[in-house]
């Protein structure tokens, strides 16, 4: 049983490439979410998905796009990479309402430089 | 919107010490969880305790216990008999009971267990 499963583990982009950091769950879990942290800071939700087809906004939106085709899926989409989007970013999930322990991936971190 | 504040940036402490990390936090919310997470080198985050806010008596887990006051919206996190192994990141979290399950971070304490 992997749980979350991040990739990369660690990238470098250049000010204005765009990427794809990936997450999966093998556990059936309906809600995803992705945060970053900053350093020295806590996690800040960016994107979260109640379900397949169905994603909202978190506190740090901008700059990012999410899907959920899938259950399994939860992809964060960085365009136009700046600076400022220099941290790491962790996936997690949690099965519904009643399951209140969200299991994280071991995180991704990326340089934007 | 829900806050989280953790005042004590950086704690250290020699192996077998009692530690307390604190925790405030500030919502209109009534029910609610709060939960302690430990983040080692390895960065991975970890659970180590969580308390309904409908639930007078105190979360423990082995050597980890809360104190929660919910009229003063603290929750400090007590280590007892401190290992090496403590050593990490702590982060105080809050999660609304409705809704999605979105956590709100604290900023952290880096606790270090000196030998």
């Known amino acids: 049983n992997a749980g979350v499963t991040q990739t990369p583990k660690f990238r470098i982009l250049k000010i204005g490439q765009s990427m794809t950091l990936q997450c999966a769950q093998d556990m059936n879990h309906n809600y995803m979410y992705w945060y970053r942290q900053d350093p020295g800071m806590g996690l800040k939700l960016i994107y979260y998905s109640v379900g397949a087809g169905i994603t909202d906004k978190g506190e740090v939106p901008n700059g990012y796009n999410v899907s959920r085709s899938t259950t399994e899926d939860f992809p964060l989409r960085l365009e136009l990479a700046a600076p400022s989007q220099t941290s790491v970013y962790f996936c997690?999930?949690?099965?519904?309402?009643?399951?209140?322990?969200?299991?994280f991936g071991q995180g991704t971190r990326l340089t934007v430089v | 919107a829900q806050t989280v504040t953790q005042s004590q940036p950086e704690m250290s402490v020699q192996e077998a010490e009692t530690v307390t990390l604190s925790c405030t936090y500030d919502?209109?919310?009534?029910?609610?969880?709060l939960f302690w997470y430990k983040q080692p080198p390895s960065r991975q985050m970890i659970l180590v305790i969580r308390q309904e806010a409908y639930k007078q008596q105190n979360a423990t887990e082995n050597r980890f216990s809360v104190n929660f006051q919910k009229a003063a919206k603290s929750f400090s996190l007590k280590i007892s008999d401190s290992q090496l192994g403590d050593t990490a990141m702590y982060f105080c979290a809050f999660m609304k009971i409705q809704g999605a399950q979105k956590l709100v971070f604290g900023q952290g304490t880096r606790l270090t267990i000196n030998p």
């Open positions: 997690a999930s949690s099965l519904n309402t009643a399951a209140i322990e969200a299991f």
């Open positions: 919502t209109s919310e009534s029910n609610y969880y």
